[in-house]
């Protein structure tokens, strides 16, 4: 244990070591290649920042880079889903973790400086927010060897960076590999959040109107589950190819204004904001369900509802009810932050596995390489060995190419 963290109480750490190892044997693929980067010894002394949801699967990353030899610090990139039981485990194991659930925006901050201080050799970034640190205090850069970007909404701010030619280190879009995306983003997001949906609501989905909006990955997932659960989908986009995809996946298509009147449950995907404003709220009826599936919470305008609503309850846990001059009723889960992570458990730990697999090849990649000051796409090699391996830990073969 260190004296190196700050965390809500070091005597959960009981609970989050259990969380721990329901995880610990789910993770093949991440198991094999620790395994074998163990034997090379690059990680050892070397300095790892993770700022990325804190539950359990990530604790896993941080533990395995542990193992490698590294020295790890830790803080959520989204307070709502800091586990303070996961947290204490950690920190009992020697990482050093800044991170209490729904710290302030201060504490946060105040989190990212005390972590950041200690000058990090690579590190993995969910959203953005060490990137923007280390070019904000560029002391803090003085070793980094590069920057791993788990997510769009992250990569897309890595790419206005570069774009501007103002990208200071070396960053990849792990969020771009296929290993990654097309199974986290869509299956992983699709599956828990409606696992989360359903578990704050106790809501049945069959027969209701489900209205996504957004069709990218994300909404892809969450769109094609909600359908398997025997909902009607909508789908509302501002990309027309995406729009005509989503018609030719099955579901309507249609503007979000004329959506409003008709969904049960409202899903945001789309990365932007205000996405649903006060007046397609205006046009929903009694009693819907509003949730966003994006990274940051400002999909939703929460802060114009809060200021329109006569009435104002929390009615259970992660669910806000507010009531309409109208007389209708909103309900809005997990404070419209991302739904499945901040009201529930997250991607299923299968398919965390390929993510977590791709994030730690690409720091290794980075501690190997002597990479540019520039945004890099996942090394193809990376993303093959860690779909192979995935098909291998499921037991599948394939054909092979006839040349
Ligand atoms: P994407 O770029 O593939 O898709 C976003 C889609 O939203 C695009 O098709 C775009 O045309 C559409 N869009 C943008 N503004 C819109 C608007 N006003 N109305 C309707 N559609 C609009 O991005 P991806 O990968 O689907 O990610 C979406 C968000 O989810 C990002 O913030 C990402 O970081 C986050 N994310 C969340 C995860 C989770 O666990 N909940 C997992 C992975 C990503």
């Not at 995809?245 to 932007?272: C, H, N, Q, W």
């Not at 499945?340 to 299923?348: E, F, K, Q």
Request: aromatic share 8%.
């Amino acid at each position: 244990m260190n004296d190196n963290f700050l965390i809500k109480d070091i005597n959960l750490a009981q609970k989050g070591e259990q969380l721990i190892d329901w995880v610990a044997n789910k993770m093949p693929v991440l198991i094999g290649l620790t395994n074998k980067y163990e034997k090379e010894g690059v990680f050892k002394g070397k300095k790892v920042a993770l700022c990325i949801h804190l539950e359990a699967k990530t604790a896993f990353l941080a533990l395995a880079l542990k193992r490698l030899g590294a020295e790890v610090w830790i803080t959520s990139s989204n307070p709502l889903s800091t586990k303070d039981e996961v947290a204490a485990a950690l920190a009992k194991q020697g990482v050093h973790v800044y991170a209490k659930h729904a710290a302030s925006k201060e504490e946060y901050h105040s989190y990212l400086h005390s972590i950041l201080k200690n000058r990090m050799h690579v590190t993995v970034d969910d959203g953005g927010d060490i990137c923007e640190y280390l070019h904000q205090f560029k002391e803090y850069g003085e070793n980094i060897r590069g920057i791993c970007e788990e997510t769009t909404t992250g990569v897309n701010r890595l790419k206005a960076l570069s774009a501007e030619g103002k990208l200071l280190y070396p960053a990849i879009a792990v969020n771009d590999a296929k290993s990654k995306h097309l199974f986290d983003n869509r299956y992983g997001t699709g599956q828990s959040t409606w696992t989360a949906i359903t578990q704050l609501t106790n809501m049945n989905v069959a027969g209701k109107t489900v209205v996504v909006i957004g069709y990218g990955w994300v909404g892809r997932g969450v769109a094609v589950r909600a359908q398997g659960l025997g909902a009607e989908v909508i789908v509302t986009e501002i990309d027309p190819w995406k729009a005509l995809e989503a018609r030719m996946d099955g579901y309507k298509v249609m503007p979000i204004v004329e959506a409003s009147p008709l969904g049960d449950f409202f899903v945001t995907a789309t990365g932007e904001s205000n996405v649903i404003r006060m007046e397609h709220i205006n046009k929903m009826h009694n009693g819907v369900f509003l949730s966003n599936a994006g990274h940051f919470d400002y999909e939703i305008d929460i802060p114009r509802l809060k200021k329109d609503a006569e009435g104002y309850k929390i009615v259970r846990s992660e669910v806000e009810e507010y009531t309409l001059n109208n007389g209708n009723i909103i309900y809005i889960l997990a404070r419209g932050g991302i739904i499945n992570i901040a009201g529930g458990l997250g991607h299923p730990v299968d398919i965390m596995d390929m993510s977590f697999s791709v994030q730690l090849a690409c720091l290794h990649y980075f501690l190997v390489n002597n990479a540019e000051k520039k945004l890099y796409k996942v090394p193809a090699e990376i993303d093959k060995i860690v779909v192979e391996e995935k098909l291998k830990a499921e037991g599948i073969e394939i054909d092979e190419e006839i040349i």
